[in-house]
Every structure is written in C-alpha cells, then in structure tokens.
C-alpha cells in the first residue's frame, strides 16, 4: 500500500550531468504531476500528465523532459542539470479532487 | 498577478489556542476548489481541506475549518484548539476547473506556523 514512491530520496550531481528522477503510484490515477518546491515560493508545477502518453507542461518546464509510457510512472529528467535546479521534487497523483504526494526527492546541483 | 497570496510569511499560537491562516485568491473561472497542504519538517505534503467554489457552507475537517469568504476571494484556514504538532509549513492552494486546467494547483508561498508550550 505504499501509494506513490519517489526515487531517490536524496541525489546530489554536477552542473552539466543528466538526472533522472523516478515516480512510481500502486494506483491506476490518470493525472500524474511533477513540482519544484523553493524557498519563498511555494510549490509550482513543472509538468504533467493526463494519461499515459500525454504530457504537457506546467509553470516552470524549461531544462525539464517527462514521459509517461505506462500508467504508474512518470520520470522526470534534468538533461544538463544545472545550479537552480537545485530544488526539492514531489510528484503527485490525482484522485478525486485530491491530490496524493508522493515523499519528495531532494537534488542538489554543484 | 499571483492567483494565492498568503500574506503571513510565519505565525506563533499558544497551545490550546486557535489560530487563522490567511489565504486570498483572484480567478475569474466561476468553478474552482480551494485546498490547505501541511508539510511537517519531515517534508511530506499532507492534504487538510476542500472547499468548492459553489459549496454552500464552509468546510470542516476536525479540528480544521476554511472560512470562506468567497465576495472577499479569501479562504482562510482555522485550526482550533491549537498542539504542537500543528507546528509546519501551511500552503493555500486553488484549482481552476474551467479552460482545460486539467486539475492543476497553483500553490501559495506558505506560512510558517509555530506553536508554542
């Protein structure tokens, strides 16, 4: 029953490198959504997802890829990753009006 | 201009106390839902309460209410008789239904609630 699990929990990486951060729900929720959350600004949203195979973008996409080829993931990948990138990652899911979040992975980018 | 505006970078409550978190809103879809989020230090994102735009009377959720107000666009958050668990980070946040928002949140900046013994 463990919902949504993001992995890794904690990564720290170079300027420059790709990431790849993992979303993983037990459920079938259709929506998926991916958010930065930075001091001073709350929590804004990256991309999302409505289906497998459909993504779009959120507020702050640049420097961000998604894909969504099942239902139960949605990994998000820094391609060059650099400093402001820096930031703490949820990944939710949708559920009725509900929102789930997932723990949170923390990146840091030196 | 930022559609959640919560104007209270921090507050501080006597245990047992109550307290009101402030949260005002600006869209001009005429459905939409209003949510609180507590995130403990321990960093999780814990869902607390729902309004909907057209729900007639104000949420409550135990110990949780939202005052809303909905001509002022505000929706704050009470927490009555106040513990010290309640000490987190509160985030206002509002979905737009309308315009294909595709159930996206647009997140305030959060105030940081601390109770004291």
């Known amino acids: 029953d463990a919902g949504i699990t993001q992995s890794p929990r904690y990564k720290i990486t170079e300027t420059g490198r790709q990431v790849t951060l993992m979303c993983h729900q037990t459920?079938?929720?259709?929506?998926m959504f991916w958010y930065r959350q930075d001091l001073g600004h709350g929590l804004r949203l990256i991309y999302y997802s409505a289906a497998a195979d459909i993504t779009d973008k959120g507020e702050v996409p640049d420097g961000y890829v998604v894909s969504r080829s099942k239902t139960e993931n949605f990994p998000l990948t820094l391609e060059s990753a650099t400093r402001s990138q820096t930031s703490v990652y949820f990944c939710a899911t949708l559920y009725g009006y509900e929102q789930f979040f997932g723990p949170g992975t923390r990146l840091t980018v030196l | 201009a930022q559609k959640i505006t919560q104007t209270q970078p921090g507050m501080f409550v006597q245990e047992k106390e109550a307290v009101t978190l402030d949260c005002t809103y600006d869209?001009?879809?005429?459905?939409?839902?209003l949510f609180w989020y507590k995130q403990p230090s321990s960093g999780e994102m814990i869902f607390l309460i729902y309004?909907?735009?057209?729900?007639?009377q104000n949420a409550t959720e135990g110990r949780y209410s939202l005052n809303f107000q909905k001509a002022r666009k505000s929706a704050n958050l009470v927490i009555s008789a106040s513990q010290l668990g309640d000490s987190a980070m509160y985030f206002c946040a509002m979905r737009e239904n309308s315009g294909g928002s595709n159930y996206k949140l647009t997140f305030g900046k959060g105030t940081l609630l601390t109770v004291n013994p």
């Open positions: 309004q909907g735009s057209y729900d007639q």
């Open positions: 459920w079938s929720h259709s929506y």
């Open positions: 869209t001009s879809d005429p459905s939409y839902g």
